[in-house]
C-alpha cells in the first residue's frame, strides 16, 4: 500500500504540488488526471523518490521515503516498482534485449541465462516481435513506447507507475497497452499508479480516478462516481474531454 500525506513539492519560487493526500491500496487502478503542467509527473516521481519531496509524507508498505538519504533503503524500496517514463528513457545505444533487460539484473535473482526468453516474452505482451537486436533508433515513436513498457514490466514488479502510457499511440496499439494495463493488475494483483490526460482511458480502466489540479487533488473517486463531481474543473475537465454528461 502506498500512503501520501501533505505531499509538497515547489521548483524555485512555482508550487506545482500544495497539499497531496491519498491512500493506493494494494490491487488497485488508480489514475491521475489533469491538464498539461500540473504536476502529476511530478507526482509518481516523488513516489519513487526520483524527486524529492518538501513536505509530506510517503510511505510505502509501511517504511516511510519522503524525505529519507539512505539509498539503501530507497534501492529496497524502488525494487518493488516498475516505471514507465513519459519520455520513454531508453538507452540509444543498448539493443532492445538490452534495454528491456536492464533492470532484471537489479531487481531480480534471476539468472542471466533466463534474460532472453523473459525479455521475449514481454516483448510478445506488448506486441512486439524480432526486434530484440535493434536499436531504439531504429524503431518508430510507438515501438519506442512500447518498448519501454515491456521494461517497466519486465520484473513483474508490485507497483507500476506509468506516466501517459497511451501517449503517441495509434488507436489500435492504444487498446493493446489499456488491455496490458488491465491484464497486469488482474493477473498479476499489480498495483498501479497512471498518469494520462486521456480521461476517456483513466475512466475506463480505474479503480479511482484523481484530479490533479492548482497543486490538490481536487476530487477523487471511482469512475461512476467521478463523472457525477460538481467541482468546476472536473467539469471543464469533462467538456473538453467530451465526456460531459450533458
Ligand atoms: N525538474 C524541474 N525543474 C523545474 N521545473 C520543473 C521540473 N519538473 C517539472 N517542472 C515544472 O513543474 C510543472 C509541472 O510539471 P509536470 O511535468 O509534473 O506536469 P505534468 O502534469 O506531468 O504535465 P504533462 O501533462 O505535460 O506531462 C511544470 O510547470 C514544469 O515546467
Ligand atoms: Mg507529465
Redesign the pocket.
Known sequence: MIEVKGLGKA??E?C?LKDVSVDIKEGELFSVI??????????I?CLIRL?RPDAGSIKVDGQEIAATSNEFQLAKVRRNFGYLF?EGALFDSLTVMENVAFGLKYLTDLPKSDYPRIVKEKLALVGLEGVEDQKPSELSVGMKKRVSLARSIAAEPKYILY??PTTGLDPVTTGMVKDLITDMRAKLGVTSVV?T?DLKLALEISSRVAM?YEGVFVEVGEPAKFRQSENPAVKEFMEISDLSRK
Open positions: 521548483f524555485g512555482h506545482i489533469g491538464p498539461s503542467g500540473t504536476g502529476k509527473s511530478t507526482f516521481k524527486l513519459q506516466d501517459e498518469v490526460h490533479l
